[in-house]
């Protein structure tokens, strides 16, 4: 071996004993970083009966008419209230009016998109104000997922959610992909409890393939997985979350919600993977569950 090939084969080997020990390095103080207790937040009572938490997610619309979405949406709140473990999922959004809407749906039944609609326009197709429905969600835990492509959404949400407001810091879980609107929530009402956004979830999951999953300084007290891919048979979908990243978010006693799901046959071996809640799109598999739990663990 001639001295460059030597020279060469000396600086490749520096360079991965020196990639290797500062991988080493990083890993132990990921590891070793102390971790922060548990939240003390009144939405972990949800969690009380020792079973996963089931919500329900609020699809669009419950009916043509607000004013039967809301006598809906009562039914559903009390189900939910008279069942320990149980929750409902609302996706929310800033419609053309300014106005904090419930809808899963980026568009109405004619095709316009819910942000530019009318408030008339929204309650014509089924679609009630976060509000008007404040009232029945009242002890209720419930996740409030905001949807922001506008700005203004974290400040008309303050109006209605907080203490002594219609919707009480201790019985709603606030969840966005969007890590912008999260920061601004938690700088204004740093005790309430947050989910975590796409971003953190996509940072979570690149260094968990490098095994520095510990690492980051994680603002989140739920990890929360809304996506889903098709098993190997195509026949069932399942999160594509790594085991390292559940695993890391367990080590830090964040809360680990998934779905939705829409079907048993994902839902049960769900609760049988350790997940603490799920989020569910089918009423009747929703109060099933909720009455099977038990059997189920």
């Given at each position: ?14 360079i ?10 990083l ?28 919500f ?34 609302l996706?929310?959004r ?73 919707l009480?810091f ?24 947050y ?19 510990g ?9 929360i997985?809304m996506?889903?891919e ?10 594509r ?15 680990r ?39 189920l663990?």
């Amino acid at each position: 071996m001639n001295r460059s090939v030597r020279s060469v084969v000396t600086v490749v080997v520096s360079i991965f004993i020196a990639s290797f020990g500062s991988w080493l390095f990083l890993r132990s103080n990921a590891t070793s970083k102390p971790l922060k207790p548990p939240f003390a937040h009144g939405f972990n009572k949800i969690h009380g009966d020792g079973y996963p938490a089931l919500f329900f997610q609020i699809q669009k619309p419950l009916s043509k008419e607000s004013s039967t979405t809301l006598n809906d949406l009562s039914e559903l709140a009390g189900r939910a209230r008279s069942t320990v473990g149980a929750g409902l999922w609302l996706d929310v959004r800033l419609n053309g009016s300014g106005e904090l809407v419930v809808s899963s749906n980026d568009l109405l039944s004619n095709g316009k998109p819910v942000e530019i609609a009318s408030l008339d326009e929204c309650r014509a197709d089924g679609i009630v104000t976060l509000a008007e429905a404040a009232p029945a969600l009242k002890d209720i835990y419930i996740v409030l997922n905001l949807i922001a492509r506008r700005p203004g959404l974290p400040a008309k949400l303050f109006e209605i959610w907080g203490d002594g407001k219609p919707l009480s810091f201790d019985w709603t879980l606030v969840q966005s992909e969007s890590d912008g609107i999260l920061k601004e929530l938690r700088e204004q009402a740093p005790k309430a409890f947050y989910g975590s956004s796409q971003a953190t979830m996509i940072q979570l999951e690149i260094l968990s393939t490098l095994g520095l999953e510990g690492l980051p300084d994680l603002k989140a007290d739920a990890l929360i997985s809304m996506i889903e891919e098709p098993a190997k048979n195509n026949s069932v979908a399942i999160p594509r979350l790594r085991d390292s990243t559940l695993k890391e978010a367990h080590r830090r006693s964040l809360k680990r919600y998934v779905g939705p799901v829409s079907t048993r046959e994902v839902a049960v071996p769900l609760l049988a993977a350790g997940y603490d809640g799920i989020v569910l799109t089918e009423r009747g598999i929703w109060e099933d569950l909720l009455d099977e739990r038990h059997l189920l663990q």
